[in-house]
């Protein structure tokens, strides 16, 4: 993988990682509105942090990659 291809997969990873975020802020205004119970929310919120997580994970490992290139 080139400096160029690690420029871009990280690229779209922050894409990824503010759409997640910006998802938790919904979740968590759906959840004040009254939309989801707090079940619903814990499960979900859980699965966006999960993601979110992974995402910052290879996030990391791509700037990483992208200090040695």
């Known amino acids: 993988m080139g400096h160029s291809d690690i420029s871009a997969f990280s690229r779209d990873l922050e894409r990824q990682r503010d759409s997640l975020l910006k998802d938790l802020k919904a979740l968590e ?3 004040k ?3 989801i ?16 997580v992974e995402v910052l994970d290879r996030l990391a490992q791509m700037r990483f990659l992208m200090g040695q290139a």
Not at 37 to 49: A, L, P, S, T, V
């Open 29 to 31: 205004e759906r959840r």
């Open 33 to 35: 509105k009254g939309e």
């Open 37 to 52: 119970n707090e079940e619903q929310y814990k499960e979900k919120r859980h699965d966006i942090e999960r993601a979110l």
